[in-house]
């Protein structure tokens, strides 16, 4: 089974803190995403990524950057944490284009206070 | 805008009943539909997937898709309370089909 790890369950942060969300997947898959999760809201993409070194804008980027150095990490960067960035972080990865599902992580839910 | 609309819920049948949850989409090329179980506070988990129009049975769930009116459906037979969970429906889009629209969920309860 293709697993996708993210590094964090809960974390907590300070308002202004540089945060780092990491996610790694071992199947080799191409497309990696990240996506927040807010109650009512469902899931909004932020960034998603198809290659090494390649990202595209999701749905809502503002606040956020991604980093790909290699295939199997996709990490998400919150430049200065706000209140506003307080949800559940969602990693997924998709072994093929259409054909299959995402799988997702596990989730990381950030607090920022 | 394309979208994936799902009655929010909750949906409540009782135990050993049939569940029944809808979802419609907008966009005519979507190709591939997606459905995933989600408990509360933890991560969609996917349980189905279907291409073709007509039904694709897996144990006690069933996807039905019908693409000329835009809408496919989960059935889960002889539902279990540990079935209640919120259900998620996606869709791929135009771009590239790598970038799937997602429902809100519809929230299922299953009473014992």
Redesign the interface.
């Known amino acids: 089974d293709v697993k996708v790890t993210q590094s964090s369950r809960y974390l907590v942060k300070r308002t202004g803190e540089k945060v780092f969300l990491e996610c790694v997947q071992d199947m080799d898959h191409e497309n990696m995403f990240w996506y927040r999760q807010d109650p009512g809201l469902g899931l909004r993409l932020i960034y998603f990524s198809y290659d090494v070194k390649m990202k595209e804008k999701g749905d809502i980027p503002e606040g956020y950057s991604v980093s790909r150095e290699k295939k199997e990490r996709f990490s998400l960067i919150l430049e200065s944490a706000s209140t506003n960035q307080t949800s559940m972080y969602l990693c997924a990865s998709l072994q093929d284009r259409g054909r299959y599902g995402y799988t997702f992580g596990s989730g990381t839910r950030l607090t920022v206070v | 805008q394309k979208e994936v609309e799902q009655n929010s819920g909750p949906l409540s049948v009782p135990e050993g009943a049939i569940a029944s949850l809808n979802c419609t989409y907008s966009d005519r090329v979507s ?2 539909f ?1 459905w ?1 179980r989600q408990y509360s ?6 349980i189905m ?1 279907i ?1 073709s129009n007509g039904d694709k049975e897996d144990g006690r769930f069933t996807a039905q898709l019908n693409k000329a009116s835009q809408y496919v459906s989960l059935l889960i037979r002889d539902s279990q309370p540990s079935d209640s969970a919120t259900y ?1 429906c ?1 869709v ?1 889009g135009t771009s ?5 629209i ?4 519809t929230r299922l309860k299953v009473l014992a």
């Open positions: 190709q591939s997606f995933y506070g933890k991560s969609p988990e996917l997937s291409y998620l996606a791929t590239g089909t790598y970038k799937y997602f429902g809100t969920g």
